[in-house]
């Protein structure tokens, strides 16, 4: 991997490990479309600019780190339980799922789903509008809709955020609990695989690595206050739309 693909997939991995549009997705289209092999440096690579996107969210929320706040990430592990069940139980199938295909249907699926709810999408419902006023029931049924986000193109944010505006979230509050959930899930997969392949580190690019981790700590951090922001004044809907755009271009160009 050289130094332009790993700026590349560094962006693409801040800009999307947040957004309800599957970083997974994104990051195996842009790797086939710049030829890039799975070998198992490039899979060390994935790995280190995940725990670059794990930064990002530590020192964007650092205020959340403290004692008081041990309420919230009880709930937070409850939300972490089912996917981590799930994917331990079943995680076989589910990297035989892993096909520009499925993703490609996702992506639309997910899309559908992210327009029906801002078509019934109604302020006075929802009332959760802290991470910290999220009830045990809410972040349990939060974690059952992450589940889906096992397929590949899913996306972990768009399910977990689906989840918590099914359960009375506000749209500020669904992405903020979608960006700690985030820690437990990713800390638990980027763990297991720096383990699986910490000596693949020694084939890697280092520059490669280096650059790759920044970009995506700088971009993941952006992309998370913007997001935000963005959700001040306007709705899901434009992912939405970005969602089947995305996943019709994906069935014309591979299918």
């Given at each position: ?26 990051l ?9 092999e799975?070998?198992k440096?490039?899979t060390?690579f ?9 930064l990002a969210v530590v ?6 780190f ?5 309420d ?48 019934f ?11 910290e006023?999220?009830t045990y ?15 590949p193109?899913t996306?972990?944010?768009?399910s ?10 506000s ?8 960006f700690?959930l ?5 800390i ?23 650059i ?36 019709v271009?994906?069935?014309?160009f591979?299918?």
């Amino acid at each position: 991997m050289d130094i332009f693909q790993a700026i590349i997939l560094g962006i693409i991995e801040g800009l999307t490990e947040f957004l309800p549009i599957s970083s997974t997705g994104h990051l195996i289209v842009a790797s086939h479309w710049m030829g890039i092999e799975q070998t198992k440096a490039n899979t060390a690579f994935e790995v280190i600019i995940q725990l670059a996107a794990i930064l990002a969210v530590v020192f964007t929320y650092k205020d959340k780190f403290t004692l008081e706040k041990i309420d919230m990430w009880i709930k937070i592990f409850i939300a972490f339980l089912p996917i981590a069940a799930i994917g331990y139980i079943f995680s076989d199938q589910i990297k035989m799922m892993f096909n520009v295909t499925i993703v490609a249907i996702m992506f639309i699926i997910g899309g559908i789903v992210f327009l029906v709810l801002e078509k019934f999408y109604k302020e006075e419902s929802h009332t959760t509008t802290e991470v910290e006023d999220v009830t045990y029931r809410q972040a349990a049924w939060i974690g059952f809709a992450q589940i889906f986000a096992l397929i590949p193109g899913t996306s972990r944010a768009g399910s977990t955020i689906v989840g918590a505006l099914l359960v009375g979230l506000s749209r500020k509050a669904s992405a903020e609990f979608s960006f700690l959930l985030a820690l437990p899930v990713m800390i638990t997969v980027s763990g297991y695989d720096l383990l699986k392949h910490y000596k693949d580190f020694s084939d890697a690019n280092l520059l490669a690595l280096g650059i790759g981790f920044v970009t995506a700590f700088i971009v993941a951090y952006l992309t998370m206050l913007l997001f935000i922001k963005f959700l001040e004044k306007f709705t899901f809907v434009a992912f939405g739309i970005y969602r089947i755009v995305f996943g019709v271009i994906l069935l014309a160009f591979f299918i």
